[in-house]
């Protein structure tokens, strides 16, 4: 199940009702970073890209708002910003930890 933490913007919420329309029950796991990432690749479709080399440049200069949170890449093509979802299996399904900026987890990493 969608832990309703997560489902605190109009995005989510359209998103998190939209999915539960069609496949009846709630998104799980990664469910909207899936949709981000499958959005990022159509919209580089959709601009005419169309090999691997074009896919990769048009990623690595995007900008754009997703379901999760805004999505742009550093140099080592790291997300930029926005919550990190720290995810655990439990009872066979995936259950939110945690969720921690991207800062918070490149200095908790380096200490």
């Given at each position: 199940m969608l832990?309703?933490?997560?489902?605190?913007?109009?995005?989510?919420?359209?998103?998190?009702?939209?999915y539960q329309g069609y496949f009846r029950e709630s998104p799980v796991g990664y469910g909207m970073e899936y949709s981000d990432a499958a959005g990022l690749m159509l919209a580089a479709l959709d601009s005419g890209v169309r090999?691997?080399?074009?896919?990769?440049?048009?990623?690595?200069a995007t900008d754009t708002e997703g379901i999760t949170k805004s999505i742009s890449f550093d140099a080592a093509g790291e997300?930029?910003?926005g919550p990190i979802f720290v995810?655990?299996?439990?009872a066979g399904r995936f259950k939110q930890v945690a969720?921690?900026?991207y800062e918070t987890l490149i200095y908790d990493c380096l200490i």
């Open positions: 832990d309703p933490g997560l489902v605190d913007t109009e995005t989510r919420k359209d998103f998190n009702a939209a090999t691997r080399r074009g896919m990769d440049a048009w990623i690595d997300v930029r910003e995810l655990q299996v439990q969720s921690v900026g």
